[in-house]
């Protein structure tokens, strides 16, 4: 398998594990506050990032030169969380999640401005064909509801998260100095944890913490297991491997995941009309797939 390959299949299981969040992540929302939430996954995120590296390749003091640069990191990927549960206050979630299908089309526009890195035009195919897909997905075939889709305030604060969020891709690739993906991660970990500490900390200390259920527990493991600490090595081990773009054009995959998630909980099956937007998809990443020549 090629290095390449090997980004692709990791951002395959990178849209996966997202997709997950949203599902659990929802189920808890109603328990707990998204700052409280989140400042506690990153931080059992971090942990559990920390530790692994320390036990396998290590971390070596270098990985901390320029600290700097995970500040600005972490940083920007605490701005995207931040702004997206801020967002989501008033937004619907379809308007918000149909708001994110842009991040791949921005993330291409920072990879040309900060890397340099050419969208060539079957990528442009690829996106257009993917984003078109997400959307048919996002909106369950619904065309009135597509034309009933209206931009409000929510929307237009998730938009600029998910433009950090954007941003965040190319960043690695740019700020890494050969640090191992496990190594880089630690270091954004620590520092977006802490950033979101800091802007919550008002929340995590009004939270009961010895009152909450079950399932806001379960979706805080989840979080910072999988839909974090895994996630962030696989998304800075794809992004170190693969153009922006291309990293960015597996979010298209996220609603078709997270429809398989909500079928597996038991909360309705989609229709045959709403898989023809998971095969748009799968046609994007498949022209994504191929060499260029």
């Not at 939430?37 to 036990?55: C, E, Y």
């Not at 998304?235 to 078709?256: I, W």
């Amino acid at each position: 398998m090629t290095q390449a390959a090997r980004g692709h299949l990791a951002m395959l299981m990178f849209s996966a594990l997202v997709a997950g969040s949203f599902s659990l992540g929802s189920l808890a929302m109603d328990h707990i506050t998204p700052m409280a939430l989140n400042a506690v996954r990153f931080a059992i995120a971090a942990l559990l990032v920390g530790a692994a590296g320390g036990l396998s390749t290590g971390i070596p003091r270098s990985t901390f030169r320029a600290p700097w640069r995970y500040l600005v990191l972490g940083g920007v990927f605490a701005t995207y969380f931040v702004l997206m549960f801020y967002g989501l206050k008033t937004a619907q979630p379809v308007s918000a999640a149909a708001v994110f299908t842009l991040t791949p089309i921005m993330s291409a526009l920072a990879g040309f401005v900060l890397l340099r890195q050419v969208t060539t035009s079957r990528m442009a195919l690829a996106l257009s064909i993917g984003g078109a897909g997400a959307l048919w997905v996002i909106f369950r075939a619904d065309v009135a509801a597509l034309l009933r889709f209206q931009v409000g305030q929510g929307e237009v604060i998730y938009f600029w998260g998910c433009a950090a969020h954007a941003i965040y891709i190319p960043m690695v690739r740019m700020l890494n100095r050969g640090e191992s993906a496990m190594a880089f991660t630690f270091g954004t970990l620590l520092a977006c944890c802490g950033a979101i500490t800091i802007v919550g900390w008002g929340d995590i200390t009004a939270t009961d913490w010895t009152a909450l259920p079950g399932v806001v527990w379960a979706a805080i493991l989840y979080t910072a297991v999988f839909a974090s600490a895994m996630t962030f090595v696989l998304a800075q081990y794809a992004t170190l491997r693969l153009p922006a773009a291309k990293v960015m054009a597996y979010t298209y995959l996220t609603p078709s995941w997270v429809l398989i998630w909500e079928l597996a909980l038991g909360h309705g099956v989609p229709t045959v009309w709403v898989l023809g937007g998971v095969i748009l998809t799968v046609v994007a990443l498949l022209l994504l797939l191929r060499n260029e020549h």
